[in-house]
């Protein structure tokens, strides 16, 4: 297989040209059995808060441990779990893991909270509400310990409908984050009208920050936008002690990146909490 890029910017996996559909068909035949036979696997990459350095929350990241190719990242096969129409179960396995890490932070006494990635097609399922508040109750969870990340295309698309749904899902608890922000083409005029918690700054904002003084001004305008609104602002990509700095002074909330930790599954990432020794606060 080799990777090459969707219409989408994902990463697909195709085989050479003349067996192309082939490959395409036996990935797709792997995905299904993948979901089935329990072969997701989730990463966690936590959230700092800028100031104390406490850690409140993490993101949820999906890798599939693949029986001959080893461990897949998302870009290699989301786009294919969408296009066959597997993306909500995908999305309920992910969700329910993501739930049962929770609830076994819960009983050891690190109530962390969790975020998890939510496709456009997957959040206009309409029993989604009710869906997720049922997963919570079975593990005895409040909303309060998850939270979405949608992404500004959802948002652009319908307006009035991802305006419900958002509100729907707030109303029962769940926090929402937009992630990616910046790269798509919602206003912060327009995010002012949504039931919104947390926005999460696109890398592409952060990278640069360390060299070029304009896109360091940039970032610390576009967070006190965010806080004019009552928006919390998370950082991503933070890949160095510059940016992490920077965002301090600037009054980011909260940063993820590298220079913290790469998303760990939950073991090596209680052992990274644990040597820290930060301990995981409740919000
Ligand atoms: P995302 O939600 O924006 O997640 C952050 C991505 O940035 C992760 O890549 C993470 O490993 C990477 N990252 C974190 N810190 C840094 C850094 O300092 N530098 C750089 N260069 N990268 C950093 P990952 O895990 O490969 O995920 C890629 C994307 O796949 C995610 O982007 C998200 O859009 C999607 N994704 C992952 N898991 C799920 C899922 O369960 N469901 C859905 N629908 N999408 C998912
Ligand atoms: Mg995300
Ligand atoms: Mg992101
Ligand atoms: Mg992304």
Not at 71 to 92: H, I, K, Q, S, Y
Not at 134 to 142: I, T
Not at 203 to 227: C, G, Q, T, W
């Amino acid at each position: 297989y080799r990777a090459k890029s969707s219409r989408s910017g994902h990463h697909v996996f195709v085989g050479a040209d003349d067996d192309h559909g082939d490959s395409r068909l036996r990935m797709m035949e792997d995905l299904r059995g993948a979901l089935s036979s329990d072969e997701l696997v989730l990463h966690y990459q936590p959230k700092i808060e800028l100031g104390t350095g406490r850690v409140h929350g993490v993101e949820a990241l999906v890798r599939w441990q693949h029986p001959s190719r080893g461990l897949l990242p998302p870009d290699a096969f989301l786009t294919l779990a969408e296009d066959v129409g597997l993306m909500r179960e995908l999305t309920r396995i992910v969700m329910g893991k993501a739930l049962d890490q929770a609830a076994l932070w819960r009983a050891r006494g690190t109530p962390l909270t969790v975020a998890v990635n939510m496709s456009p097609s997957t959040l206009i399922e309409a029993d989604l509400p009710e869906r997720i508040a049922a997963m919570l109750r079975a593990r005895g969870l409040s909303a309060s310990v998850l939270m979405l990340e949608i992404t500004e295309d959802f948002l652009m698309e319908d307006r009035a409908r991802a305006r419900d749904i958002l509100i729907r899902l707030r109303e029962s608890g769940i926090r929402i984050a937009v992630d990616d922000f910046g790269t798509g083409y919602s206003s912060l005029a327009y995010l002012r009208d949504l039931p919104i918690d947390e926005l999460k700054l696109d890398k592409s904002f952060v990278f640069p920050m360390a060299d070029d003084a304009r896109a360091a001004a940039l970032v610390a305008s576009i967070i006190e936008l965010a806080h004019s609104l009552g928006v919390r602002m998370v950082a991503e990509g933070v890949e160095d002690a510059v940016a992490y700095d920077e965002l301090t002074r600037y009054g980011c909330d909260e940063a993820q990146g590298f220079h913290l930790t790469r998303p760990l599954p939950a073991a090596a990432l209680d052992a990274w909490l644990a040597a820290r020794n930060a301990p995981a606060i409740a919000r």
